[in-house]
């Protein structure tokens, strides 16, 4: 029997729904979530981003701002207008769009987005948050994967989950996030020996790589729920993700499909958490 399909278009409208009710809730108070996006240079991808975050914006009812630099703009003149952003009421969440120029340490520009607006929890202290299991902004595509799974009905306390890929955007977060639901984690890389013994161990498999459909279906333990993080271009201009969906498909017992799993949840974690980082800035729980 083929795997159920996790719809993350479907999950990410519940949320967006939840959002909407929250952003109203607000709006009663006299505040209007807003997100300030930064896109350094013309990379098209990142052009794409930018428009689908504005595009949410409007649609849930937020405050926008979008700030278009030059591929040569000084790494300085960028911490400028972060620091301005940072002062901003109206803003509440601010997002520097990656990949960053080469002559821009995207660490310093990490770190100069203010703890309480960085709304991608790519923060150091909200990423200490998240290890000792504090309140914290959760970096978008790991808190997504969560959601995904808890909205499903697949259980996670207990299970043993393996998440394929260290990454500090995916990897290392959806790891903790797993351990603060109680799973046992193991957390795999280019350096696992047998990496597919490790995986068909897994009830809960987590693939975050950038490879093509490196996962197959013989290193699926059956009925495991993967999800799979990955979006790759084929050479015939086609997406795929880190699994080789329809063999694995028919041995899991969840599968999330690419495109239409984990992307859609992203945008959408985004913006759950510019709304809750407005509610902290009016006083709120």
Known sequence: MSARLIDGKAI???????IRRGTRELAERGVTPGLAVVLVGDDPASQIYV?????????????????????ETPQDELLELISRLNAKSEVHGILVQSPLPDHIREKAVIDAIAVHKDVDGFHPVNVGNLVIGDDALLSCTPAGIIEMLKRSGIPIAGRHAVVIGRSNIVGKPAAMLLLREHATVTVCHSKTADLPDVVRQADIVVAAVGRPKLVKADWIKPGAAVIDVGINRLPDGKLCGDVDFEAVREVAGWITPVPGGVGPMTITMLMANTLKAARRAAGLA
């Open 51 to 71: 428009r689908n975050k504005a595009r949410a914006c409007e649609e849930l009812g937020f405050y926008s701002e979008v700030h278009r630099l030059p591929k």
């Open 12 to 18: 990410a409208g519940e949320i967006r729904e939840e």
